[in-house]
């Protein structure tokens, strides 16, 4: 029987980052990983491959809309969608290719198949019980749905089918108003799809600072995407290749209908840990169906620890990354760390829209007195000349000590401008220590300087 110090089961964000560090503490280890290919849901059928689409779709965009006024003259590009879903699977390829090499090079044994928990100590795959000293669990997540919806993944998808569709459709419901029905509404609305999104709430990305969520459906708007808000889907039945979303209105109750080619239901995840075994083993869940661990990762059965969206938190790749590398401190016997207040955010549409820490609305709600400071891009050089003038930078910083509690960006390449604000959160910079840094010139991040003067004595460029 193999034995092994730690066995990870699941190889997405949080599984191989986690199996890499414990084998850089001198762990022997190996993660447990059934499907074809290493990487999870994140690699394989997530975030990297709809960012790929993210990425050809806006080049399309950017084609038909700007080339010309850059005296770029010519026929727009056609879309060859085969060659699209190619270029996706490519990407694909390369990035879990690059996790067994990785795999290799840290020497983490692979168990290829499905694992389950039969006791403590001890991981089954397939026919064969390995016996280690700890074991993680890094399961991830599935896609959610609402009753009375059936899932087929051909016109009726989650996230995995919306990524392989066999055409483009000519019309396209996303029911449900987060970073995934909206990320992939702006790819399929770019290609041509009319696109209709029906969300449960009164306003889209729910837990967004309000006015950046405004200003974002305002944006995505004016790109040809329609929002039904305020909206209780009933039933999506299918016909003949068509599939019809029945919903009522929250306001007065009335029931309507719309009819589309597809329809993504893009309603949240939940973890997956179906066939660990984890009820026979008497391993505490939470009323979510999460695992529940403490502040070191540890499940209530000694040896078995949870990291990633399997455990409570935001489902983010980046967060089960980091619990990944803390927890593998941890059963190193190290002190594994994890900064919940700073983790961001990130929505890939264009304009990109990202955050970090405090909104608005829970400094009001906790009480806290805050000061904002927010800057145009409108005002920056280099996005007006990129046609990336759309959107805002905000800072919401201490209005006594002026420290950093949160920021929202809404504009080009917010995903990257986020990190500048999350290493002085976590230094406990204050606005004016963001201001003082010489920023390059002309860059998207002058925008982020400005919101930090705008806690003070004002912005330059406004």
Known sequence: MSSYDVIIIGSGPGGYVCAIRCAQLGLKTAVVEGRET?????????????????????????????????????????????????????VIGQNTKGIEFLFKKNKIDWLKGWGSIPAPGKVQVGDTTYETKNIIIATGSTPSTLPGIEVDEKIVVTSE????????????????????????????????????????????????????SKNFQRLLAKQGLGFTLGAAVQSVETHKGKAKVTYKLRKDDSTHSVEADTVLVATGRKPYVDGLGLEALGVKMTDRGQIATDSHYATNIKGIYAIGDAITGPMLAHKAEDEGM??????????????????????????????????EETLKKSGRS?????????????AKANFAGDGFVKILADKETDRILGAHIIGPMAGDLIHEICVAMEFGASAQDLAMTCHAHPTYSEAVREAALACGDGPIHS
Request: hydrophobic share 40%; with cysteine; proline share 5%.
């Open 38 to 90: 290493l990487g999870g849901t994140c690699l394989n059928i997530g975030c990297i491959p709809s960012k790929a689409l993210l990425h050809a779709s806006h080049q399309l965009h950017e084609a038909e809309h700007n080339f010309a006024k850059m005296g770029l003259k010519g026929k727009a590009p056609t879309v060859d969608w085969k060659q699209m879903l190619a270029y996706k699977d490519d």
């Open 161 to 212: 089918g919306a990524l392989s569709l066999p055409k483009i459709p000519k019309t396209m419901v996303v029911i449900g108003a987060g970073v995934i029905g909206l990320e992939l509404g702006s790819v399929y609305a770019r290609l041509g799809a009319e696109v209709q999104v029906i969300e449960f709430l009164d306003h889209i990305t729910p837990g967004m600072d309000a006015e950046v």
């Open 326 to 359: 803390a927890a593998a401190e941890v059963v190193a016997g190290k002190h594994g760390h994890v900064n919940y207040g700073v983790i961001p955010g990130v929505i890939y549409t264009h304009p990109e829209v990202a955050n970090v820490g405090e909104t």
């Open 370 to 382: 805050y000061k904002v400071g927010k800057f145009s891009f409108m005002g920056n050089g280099r």
